[in-house]
DNA sequence: TAAAAGCGTTCAATAATGCGGAACGCCTTT
DNA sequence: AAAGGCGTTCCGCATTATTGAACGCTTTTA
């Protein structure tokens, strides 16, 4: 589009491979060219392309595609390669076993926390899959243990975008939020009370990369009633203290 | 190439997405130009293209590229879609914890086992990652479970194609094969007696989707002398009765 | 120190090919 | 029976991906 060094039908072929969502992993081709303006024709040659090339299914039934596992495996070179998951999976699996409750690990990826990785302390103990998904830095526990250890002006530069209170309890005043992050540093933890999922309460530490610059965070979350003030203090220090032998090992 | 609604650039797009790999995820444009027996300047195209939209990411330090967290995000879409992971995990951990073993779970795809999931005892434990990575089903534990529960037909048309031997224990012999799968079917478990990875023991027992088709496995692996006869018995009994309420959840 | 060879990147013209539009068969809905 | 939805097929034209040489640049070689 913008540049000549564009290899425009892969663009629009990308495109259409961004249809695809958590919400909707299967789609027709009529509903993909509806959504980009295409013309189903193209939508077809991309999509059978894909598909030739195994990285869509088509379903039998409803003659439907969907993303197929040659993607997931694409997913796991990735993961391979920055190795996050094998680094740190056995501590997250400890911390939700140690304190009964559901893990997560998020790293910082353009201003925003990805999340990476959760962890159950038990087979029943099951939420939602975000993983994969990306959440604001200024209302989640993982988002805030970072927010706190940005550069100054990276930080400043997130505050002064607009926020949207997700709850009731979330704050969008940068001054509170400013202040927050100090305490944040204070404490060597983020707290989030209910600020992105009403009725969730989370406490989160950072972890720094070489350089000392942050790069990820850890998580625990659960009902709110469970979270006391002394529960979150608890709770902080074990992270930490798991989370001891990986400091500065991500790259 | 053979048909007419192929997009040829998204398809050779495609390929230099496959150049990249878990033993090598970092590429230079030369290199792939090589690999494929492409233009140089083809090659930067497409990548320049992958990198604008967000899948490729340049090193700044060496100029090469590597997939990015975009793509991750992509796999999470196929795994939450599968519902695999999110189903599976909690019981793999259980799994892991108790018999203080790695934990694999794969699935029957194309022929092979597809390592979808790991998961470790302990902080300590760690092995390769081999997440998404594929091997055969005649010489590894999660495979012959799989395996033995084919339609015989399909088991005929696997044992058939020659088969190769990873260490000196690897059975390569159909009519061995078939007897040990008789014996699988009778124990509801399948043993890997280093036939894939010398030194390593392995039990799985197989899992089944609706149908009674058999869709994946678990196992849990290990250094042989930990994997007595006794613990082989003792490890299968416990993945079968932690997975009783998973079996037949499977799409 | 100089030359050579490697790298990623740029550019123009050319030849290939992706795309638009209409029509197909099939199904479900009206 | 008709209408409208779907995925699929086809063809000609215009868009565009590819070519191949050249550019700076760094690293390796002499």
Known sequence: MSDDSTVKSLAKALSVLECFSVEQPELGISEIARMLGLQKSTVYNILSTFQKCGYLTQ??????????LKVLHLGYIVSSHHGLRDLMLPYLTAIARETKEVCYFGILDEGEVLYIEATYP??????????????????????KAML?????????????????????????????????????????????N????????????PLFGTGGRVRAAVSVSGPSPRFDPETVIRHAALIKRI?????????
């Open 122 to 143: 038990s087979m029943q103990q099951q939420t939602r899959n975000i993983l994969g998904e990306r959440a604001p830095l200024y209302c989640t526990g993982l988002g």
């Open 243 to 251: 989370l001891g032998p990986v400091q500065h090992q991500l790259q």
């Open 59 to 68: 379903n039998p039934d409803n003659s439907k595609y969907a993303l197929s």
């Open 148 to 192: 706190a250890y940005l550069p100054p002006e990276e930080m400043e530069a997130i505050l002064s975008r607009p926020m949207r209170a997700f709850t009731g309890y979330t704050l969008t005043d940068p001054a509170a939020l400013r202040h927050q992050m100090e305490e944040v540093r204070q404490n060597g933890y983020a707290v989030d």
């Open 194 to 205: 209910m600020e992105h999922e009403f009725g969730i309460r989370c406490v989160a530490v």
